[in-house]
Protein backbone atom coordinates (compact mmCIF):
# COMPACT_ATOMS: atom_id res chain seq x y z
CA UNK A 1 0.00 0.00 0.00
CA UNK A 2 2.81 2.39 0.97
CA UNK A 3 4.39 1.65 -2.69
CA UNK A 4 1.53 2.55 -4.44
CA UNK A 5 0.91 5.66 -2.67
CA UNK A 6 5.03 6.71 -3.04
CA UNK A 7 4.42 5.95 -6.87
CA UNK A 8 0.98 8.02 -6.95
CA UNK A 9 3.19 10.71 -4.77
CA UNK A 10 6.05 10.55 -7.63
CA UNK A 11 3.86 10.80 -10.58
CA UNK A 12 2.19 13.85 -9.14
CA UNK A 13 5.21 15.48 -8.34
CA UNK A 14 5.84 14.58 -11.96
CA UNK A 15 3.25 16.06 -13.61
CA UNK A 16 3.28 19.16 -11.60
CA UNK A 17 6.87 19.56 -13.17
CA UNK A 18 6.09 18.84 -16.69
CA UNK A 19 2.56 21.38 -16.15
CA UNK A 20 5.29 24.04 -14.69
CA UNK A 21 7.56 23.75 -17.39
CA UNK A 22 4.91 23.94 -20.24
CA UNK A 23 3.61 27.19 -17.90
CA UNK A 24 7.18 28.74 -18.19
CA UNK A 25 7.28 28.02 -21.79
CA UNK A 26 4.39 30.30 -22.98
CA UNK A 27 5.38 32.90 -20.49
CA UNK A 28 9.27 33.23 -21.98
CA UNK A 29 8.23 32.33 -25.70
CA UNK A 30 5.00 33.80 -26.01
CA UNK A 31 4.24 36.33 -23.47
CA UNK A 32 7.58 37.67 -22.51
CA UNK A 33 8.83 38.59 -26.21
CA UNK A 34 5.19 40.41 -26.92
CA UNK A 35 4.90 41.69 -23.49
CA UNK A 36 1.65 40.67 -23.01
CA UNK A 37 0.46 41.00 -19.11
CA UNK A 38 -2.28 38.66 -18.37
CA UNK A 39 -2.30 39.15 -14.28
CA UNK A 40 -0.36 36.39 -11.57
CA UNK A 41 2.99 37.17 -10.84
CA UNK A 42 4.26 36.08 -14.16
CA UNK A 43 2.52 39.27 -15.56
CA UNK A 44 3.99 41.37 -12.89
CA UNK A 45 7.32 39.79 -13.58
CA UNK A 46 7.10 40.39 -17.22
CA UNK A 47 6.68 44.48 -16.03
CA UNK A 48 9.30 44.47 -13.72
CA UNK A 49 11.43 42.92 -16.66
CA UNK A 50 10.86 45.80 -18.82
CA UNK A 51 11.04 48.79 -15.86
CA UNK A 52 13.94 47.08 -13.74
CA UNK A 53 15.13 44.54 -16.27
CA UNK A 54 14.42 42.28 -13.13
CA UNK A 55 14.68 38.25 -14.39
CA UNK A 56 11.03 36.73 -14.35
CA UNK A 57 12.64 33.64 -12.08
CA UNK A 58 13.92 36.08 -9.24
CA UNK A 59 10.70 38.63 -9.65
CA UNK A 60 8.74 34.86 -8.91
CA UNK A 61 11.08 33.47 -5.91
CA UNK A 62 10.69 37.82 -4.37
CA UNK A 63 7.46 37.97 -4.75
CA UNK A 64 6.37 34.73 -3.47
CA UNK A 65 8.70 34.12 -0.36
CA UNK A 66 7.19 36.82 2.41
CA UNK A 67 3.41 35.42 0.81
CA UNK A 68 4.63 31.45 2.07
CA UNK A 69 5.73 33.02 5.34
CA UNK A 70 2.52 33.70 6.39
CA UNK A 71 0.80 31.21 4.33
CA UNK A 72 2.34 28.96 6.31
CA UNK A 73 1.18 30.88 9.67
CA UNK A 74 -2.03 30.93 8.81
CA UNK A 75 -3.27 27.38 7.10
CA UNK A 76 0.18 25.47 8.81
CA UNK A 77 3.04 23.47 6.85
CA UNK A 78 0.97 20.89 5.09
CA UNK A 79 -0.99 23.55 3.07
CA UNK A 80 2.11 25.05 1.82
CA UNK A 81 4.05 21.99 0.81
CA UNK A 82 3.25 21.34 -2.71
CA UNK A 83 2.54 25.23 -2.72
CA UNK A 84 6.33 25.43 -2.17
CA UNK A 85 7.42 23.17 -4.32
CA UNK A 86 5.30 24.32 -7.28
CA UNK A 87 6.48 28.14 -6.83
CA UNK A 88 10.33 27.29 -6.54
CA UNK A 89 10.22 24.90 -8.92
CA UNK A 90 8.47 27.81 -11.28
CA UNK A 91 11.57 30.24 -10.92
CA UNK A 92 13.22 26.64 -12.09
CA UNK A 93 11.36 26.47 -15.19
CA UNK A 94 11.43 30.30 -15.80
CA UNK A 95 15.05 29.68 -16.16
CA UNK A 96 15.85 27.09 -17.58
CA UNK A 97 13.53 27.49 -19.98
CA UNK A 98 14.87 31.20 -20.88
CA UNK A 99 17.71 29.68 -23.13
CA UNK A 100 14.95 28.75 -25.84
CA UNK A 101 14.51 31.24 -28.53
CA UNK A 102 11.62 33.30 -28.17
CA UNK A 103 8.71 33.21 -31.40
CA UNK A 104 8.67 36.98 -32.63
CA UNK A 105 5.06 36.47 -33.92
CA UNK A 106 2.27 38.80 -34.12
CA UNK A 107 0.41 39.79 -31.14
CA UNK A 108 -2.56 37.45 -32.13
CA UNK A 109 -0.65 34.30 -32.79
CA UNK A 110 1.54 35.15 -29.16
CA UNK A 111 -2.01 35.89 -27.27
CA UNK A 112 -3.71 32.49 -28.70
CA UNK A 113 -0.68 30.23 -28.00
CA UNK A 114 0.36 31.38 -24.76
CA UNK A 115 -2.76 30.87 -24.04
CA UNK A 116 -2.57 27.49 -24.87
CA UNK A 117 1.01 26.52 -23.55
CA UNK A 118 -0.09 28.98 -20.29
CA UNK A 119 -3.25 27.08 -19.72
CA UNK A 120 -2.18 23.92 -20.67
CA UNK A 121 0.29 24.20 -17.85
CA UNK A 122 -2.24 25.34 -14.97
CA UNK A 123 -4.33 22.65 -15.56
CA UNK A 124 -2.20 20.23 -15.11
CA UNK A 125 -1.29 21.24 -11.76
CA UNK A 126 -4.35 21.70 -10.68
CA UNK A 127 -5.09 18.00 -11.56
CA UNK A 128 -2.17 17.14 -9.39
CA UNK A 129 -3.90 19.55 -6.21
CA UNK A 130 -1.07 21.64 -6.25
CA UNK A 131 -0.41 25.41 -7.33
CA UNK A 132 2.08 27.45 -8.74
CA UNK A 133 1.71 30.31 -5.29
CA UNK A 134 1.52 33.91 -6.67
CA UNK A 135 -1.79 35.42 -6.87
CA UNK A 136 -3.49 32.43 -5.64
CA UNK A 137 -1.64 31.91 -2.64
CA UNK A 138 -2.21 35.79 -2.35
CA UNK A 139 -6.36 35.41 -2.51
CA UNK A 140 -6.00 32.74 -0.34
CA UNK A 141 -4.23 34.67 2.25
CA UNK A 142 -6.69 37.74 2.06
CA UNK A 143 -9.76 35.22 2.10
CA UNK A 144 -8.63 34.43 5.82
CA UNK A 145 -9.28 38.01 6.60
CA UNK A 146 -12.18 38.96 4.65
CA UNK A 147 -14.22 36.29 5.15
CA UNK A 148 -17.57 37.34 3.40
CA UNK A 149 -15.87 37.91 0.24
CA UNK A 150 -15.86 34.96 -2.69
CA UNK A 151 -12.43 34.29 -2.97
CA UNK A 152 -12.99 34.31 -7.03
CA UNK A 153 -13.87 38.02 -6.50
CA UNK A 154 -10.14 38.49 -4.72
CA UNK A 155 -8.61 37.01 -7.63
CA UNK A 156 -10.34 39.09 -9.64
CA UNK A 157 -9.37 42.41 -8.43
CA UNK A 158 -5.80 41.34 -7.81
CA UNK A 159 -5.17 40.24 -11.36
CA UNK A 160 -7.52 43.47 -12.51
CA UNK A 161 -4.67 45.37 -11.18
CA UNK A 162 -1.61 43.81 -12.79
CA UNK A 163 -3.34 43.84 -15.61
CA UNK A 164 -3.94 47.44 -15.11
CA UNK A 165 -0.28 48.48 -14.77
CA UNK A 166 0.41 46.33 -17.90
CA UNK A 167 -2.17 48.14 -19.65
CA UNK A 168 -0.35 51.80 -18.67
CA UNK A 169 3.01 50.71 -19.19
CA UNK A 170 2.45 48.71 -22.36
CA UNK A 171 -0.37 50.25 -24.09
CA UNK A 172 -4.02 49.50 -24.50
CA UNK A 173 -3.86 46.92 -27.74
CA UNK A 174 -1.62 44.56 -25.58
CA UNK A 175 -3.90 44.97 -22.99
CA UNK A 176 -6.59 43.59 -25.35
CA UNK A 177 -5.18 40.83 -26.98
CA UNK A 178 -3.66 39.86 -22.87
CA UNK A 179 -7.51 39.40 -22.33
CA UNK A 180 -7.63 37.02 -25.45
CA UNK A 181 -5.25 35.16 -23.85
CA UNK A 182 -6.93 35.42 -20.59
CA UNK A 183 -10.05 33.93 -22.09
CA UNK A 184 -8.17 31.09 -23.95
CA UNK A 185 -6.26 30.27 -20.90
CA UNK A 186 -9.54 29.67 -18.50
CA UNK A 187 -10.68 27.45 -21.14
CA UNK A 188 -7.77 24.98 -21.51
CA UNK A 189 -8.06 24.75 -17.86
CA UNK A 190 -11.45 24.16 -17.04
CA UNK A 191 -11.38 21.64 -20.21
CA UNK A 192 -8.31 19.94 -18.00
CA UNK A 193 -9.87 20.28 -14.51
CA UNK A 194 -13.40 19.22 -15.71
CA UNK A 195 -12.30 16.75 -18.23
CA UNK A 196 -12.59 15.98 -21.98
CA UNK A 197 -14.14 12.50 -21.92
CA UNK A 198 -17.32 14.29 -22.89
CA UNK A 199 -20.86 12.71 -22.70
CA UNK A 200 -24.53 13.08 -22.49
CA UNK A 201 -26.90 13.10 -19.96
CA UNK A 202 -30.37 12.09 -20.80
CA UNK A 203 -33.71 12.51 -18.22
CA UNK A 204 -36.44 10.76 -19.69
CA UNK A 205 -40.05 11.53 -17.97
CA UNK A 206 -42.86 9.51 -19.43
CA UNK A 207 -45.94 7.66 -18.40
CA UNK A 208 -44.35 4.60 -20.26
CA UNK A 209 -41.47 4.84 -18.67
CA UNK A 210 -41.41 1.03 -17.77
CA UNK A 211 -41.56 0.22 -22.04
CA UNK A 212 -39.46 2.89 -22.83
CA UNK A 213 -36.82 1.38 -20.36
CA UNK A 214 -37.55 -2.19 -22.08
CA UNK A 215 -36.81 -0.72 -25.66
CA UNK A 216 -33.70 1.21 -24.75
CA UNK A 217 -32.19 -2.01 -22.90
CA UNK A 218 -32.89 -3.71 -25.98
CA UNK A 219 -31.22 -1.37 -28.14
CA UNK A 220 -28.70 0.98 -26.22
CA UNK A 221 -26.26 -1.06 -24.39
CA UNK A 222 -26.43 0.87 -21.70
CA UNK A 223 -27.09 1.30 -18.00
CA UNK A 224 -30.38 3.04 -16.93
CA UNK A 225 -31.59 4.50 -13.41
CA UNK A 226 -35.07 5.14 -12.28
CA UNK A 227 -36.02 7.62 -10.45
CA UNK A 228 -38.68 8.66 -7.87
CA UNK A 229 -40.40 12.17 -9.29
CA UNK A 230 -43.48 13.71 -8.76
CA UNK A 231 -45.34 16.57 -10.64
CA UNK A 232 -45.91 19.80 -8.31
CA UNK A 233 -48.66 21.16 -9.87
CA UNK A 234 -50.20 17.83 -10.95
CA UNK A 235 -49.33 16.06 -8.08
CA UNK A 236 -48.80 12.72 -10.61
CA UNK A 237 -46.30 10.15 -9.21
CA UNK A 238 -44.39 8.64 -12.57
CA UNK A 239 -40.83 7.54 -12.83
CA UNK A 240 -37.97 9.28 -14.74
CA UNK A 241 -35.43 7.77 -16.48
CA UNK A 242 -31.43 8.51 -16.32
CA UNK A 243 -29.13 7.25 -19.25
CA UNK A 244 -25.56 8.38 -19.71
CA UNK A 245 -24.46 7.65 -22.81
CA UNK A 246 -21.88 8.66 -26.27
CA UNK A 247 -22.92 11.65 -27.69
CA UNK A 248 -23.65 8.91 -31.06
CA UNK A 249 -25.54 6.85 -29.00
CA UNK A 250 -28.20 10.54 -28.36
CA UNK A 251 -29.83 10.37 -31.75
CA UNK A 252 -30.49 6.54 -31.59
CA UNK A 253 -31.63 7.05 -27.96
CA UNK A 254 -34.18 9.86 -28.95
CA UNK A 255 -35.81 7.88 -31.83
CA UNK A 256 -36.55 4.96 -29.75
CA UNK A 257 -38.10 6.97 -27.11
CA UNK A 258 -39.89 9.25 -29.50
CA UNK A 259 -41.36 5.80 -31.07
CA UNK A 260 -42.87 4.66 -27.64
CA UNK A 261 -43.98 7.78 -26.74
CA UNK A 262 -44.17 10.90 -28.96
CA UNK A 263 -45.08 12.63 -25.74
CA UNK A 264 -42.45 11.89 -23.72
CA UNK A 265 -40.03 14.81 -21.92
CA UNK A 266 -36.23 14.54 -22.61
CA UNK A 267 -33.70 16.49 -21.37
CA UNK A 268 -30.19 16.39 -22.37
CA UNK A 269 -27.00 17.66 -20.13
CA UNK A 270 -23.20 17.89 -20.88
CA UNK A 271 -21.48 15.51 -18.58
CA UNK A 272 -17.33 15.02 -18.07
CA UNK A 273 -15.18 13.14 -16.92
CA UNK A 274 -17.62 9.96 -16.73
CA UNK A 275 -15.96 7.13 -14.75
CA UNK A 276 -17.43 3.83 -14.88
CA UNK A 277 -18.18 0.76 -16.56
CA UNK A 278 -18.41 1.82 -19.94
CA UNK A 279 -16.59 4.54 -20.02
CA UNK A 280 -13.53 4.15 -18.32
CA UNK A 281 -13.99 0.13 -17.63
CA UNK A 282 -15.13 -2.31 -19.46
CA UNK A 283 -18.98 -2.86 -20.64
CA UNK A 284 -18.50 -6.44 -19.66
CA UNK A 285 -16.57 -8.83 -17.37
Request: charged letters at 20%; a neutral charge.
Given at each position: MR????????????????GITILAIGINVYYSPQQLVT????????????????????TNIIVNLPLFIIGIKIKGMEFAKKAIFGTLYVS???????FIPPVHSDLLIASVFGGLFVGTGVGLVLRSSASTGGTDLLAIILKHYLKKVPINQ?????????????LFVFGVEKAMYALIS?????????????????????????????????????????????LNGKGVYT?????????????????EIQKLVREVDDKAFITVTDVREVMGRGFTEPQHD
Open positions: NILRKKEVKNYLMIMLGGVSGLSIVLDYVFSIPLWLVALWYTSILLCIDGCIIVIGIFIVSKVVNTLVEGVNYSKGVHIISDKSQEISEVLMTHINRGITSGRERDILFIVCSTEELV
